[in-house]
């Protein structure tokens, strides 16, 4: 963040300023988490589910912060004091997440000759994400989300990241609700939007697709006329998706920015030649899985829209390699087992995606998948996991190991249509990895996936040490925003 004195910050916030220095500056970050606190940061104090930020504000101001954002007044603490909001809520309506947007949103303001880009969709945020970050590069120095920073709290956290040297922004927004991502947009006002897909993730959420479409679209409907946006020609969606910004489609064939002659490698890898305006570049993705063709045309009709030459674009992209965890992280242990960890989360589309990897790697080897629930689909669960474990059962699976009571569908439908393949069911994490022990052998290709709260990161992990005693009962903290 550049230099901001507490009087410039107290205006932008709508703040009434108690027990500080108004002429002083916050010449750190801004700052959620008092164990990051450094010498003149700007803490925020926010009211978590499991703990109160408030409570920590004496702890920030010793460690460094000049300053506290707060909505209660604290004795003898140097206090940015708001009050608009819901000072009771412990969700993104209460006073010091809407003041954080505010900051970010002024900060903008200061930096008015950033590019910025917005991503949302379904599936594929991330990865996209990644793939934007290193083309960004090629402008000047980039922001981006660390994992997936990509709500009212976590998106202004990343704009604040910015400095006088940033030339390009990306923001991944993200939604719970409709409105969501509109005031995601009237924060960040995006130059550029991509919205990547319309699928059924959340379905249970929103009610139905078209709730998430109209959500969704929300991020190419706040761009004005001189604005870009990026849209999925291939979404059977793309024709209700309306915008008053310029379009750039992205697709296989008939798309302005399109892939042809896609083939895959042994470790299906995509190789294809990328096609813009009439010009070729041959494009040879170090990421795994056929969906990546999508995501990468996605990030390269930003940039070639931009004007950035494609052979430059089309290097850029072959140079790509995954950045974030536990998203298609593909690795080989020292039993020469290549694990796919695709933990982090899943839907119906990122699943049958995936399946569809592992099948394509593991061509000539045996082909394991190690699979848990698909969360927030409602009504909708039974017939999607089944459509699943359908797909496991038409590429010809060898294994199947099914965990948790929430993924048993998936099990029993393999189970009463003749599943050729081994199939076992485990109830908790720890008895999938002594059965995963069990069941794997050298030179196998596994997939490990499920929703991100099923926790089969652990098996991955477990697959990648060779089963060390000590990863039975280690459990990741890390949780997705």
């Known amino acids: 963040m550049i230099p901001l004195t507490l009087e410039e910050i107290s205006v932008a916030i709508n703040a009434a300023t108690l027990n500080l220095d108004s002429n002083l500056k916050v010449t750190g970050k801004v700052v959620i988490d008092s164990r990051k606190v450094s010498q003149g940061d700007l803490f925020v104090a926010i009211n978590g589910e499991k703990v109160d930020g408030h409570d920590f504000c004496h702890e920030a101001i010793k460690k460094g912060a000049i300053a506290v954002i707060s909505s ?5 603490i140097p206090t940015l004091l708001v009050k608009e909001g819901n000072a009771a809520s412990k969700n993104v309506d209460q006073p010091t997440v809407i003041a954080l947007g505010k900051l970010a949103s002024y900060l903008l303001m200061k930096l008015p000759n950033i590019f910025k880009i917005a ?11 990644d793939l934007l970050f290193d083309l960004g590069n090629l402008i000047g120095p980039t922001v981006a989300p660390v994992g997936s920073y990509n709500n009212e709290i976590g998106m202004p956290q990343t704009i604040l990241e910015c400095d006088e040297k940033t030339k390009v922004l990306i923001l991944e927004m993200g939604a719970r609700e409709v409105g969501n991502i509109k005031k995601l947009c009237q924060i960040a006002k995006p130059d550029t939007s991509i919205l990547l897909n319309i699928g059924s993730a959340h379905i249970e959420i929103f009610g139905s697709r078209e709730l998430i479409l109209k959500t969704k679209s929300e991020i190419i409907e706040c761009l004005n006329a001189e604005d870009v946006a990026v849209l999925n020609h291939e979404d059977e969606t793309f024709s209700k998706q309306k915008t008053k910004a310029k379009v750039v489609s992205f697709g296989l064939s008939g798309a302005d920015v399109s892939a042809k002659n896609v083939v895959l490698n042994d ?5 294809y030649e990328l096609e813009f305006e009439g010009k070729v570049s041959q494009v040879n993705l170090k990421l795994v899985g056929a969906h990546q063709v999508s995501n990468s045309l996605a990030a390269a009709a930003v940039f070639l829209k931009k004007g950035l030459d494609i052979d430059l674009v089309a290097k850029t992209l072959s140079n790509s390699v995954a950045k974030s ?7 080989v242990n020292s039993k020469n087992v290549t694990v796919i960890n695709d933990s982090y989360n899943a839907n119906p589309e990122s699943m049958k995606a995936a399946i569809r990897t592992l099948k394509q790697a593991g061509a000539d080897k045996k082909t394991f998948i190690i699979v848990g629930e698909m969360l927030e689909l409602g009504s909708d669960s039974k017939q999607m996991h089944e459509e699943v474990a359908d797909l496991i059962q038409k590429l010809d699976v060898k294994k199947t190991l099914v965990v948790g009571n929430g993924a048993k569908i998936v099990s029993d439908y393999l189970s009463n249509n003749a599943y050729k393949g081994r199939l076992e069911f485990c109830m908790d994490i720890d008895s999938a ?4 022990k069990e069941m794997v052998e050298i030179n196998d290709v ?4 499920a929703s991100r709260a099923i926790g089969l990161e652990r098996v991955a992990n477990a697959l990648m040490n060779d089963f060390s005693e000590n990863l039975t009962n280690t459990k990741n903290q890390e949780v997705g925003p």
């Not at 209660?72 to 003898?76: Q, R, S, T």
């Not at 965890?325 to 690795?331: G, I």
């Open 72 to 76: 209660k007044e604290l004795v003898g």
């Open 119 to 129: 991503v949302t969709g379904s599936s594929g945020k991330t990865t996209t994400k």
């Open 267 to 271: 470790k299906a890898q995509a190789s």
């Open 325 to 331: 965890k536990w998203r298609m992280q593909v690795e």
């Open 433 to 436: 990895i002594s059965k995963t």
């Open 446 to 449: 596994v997939l490990v996936k």
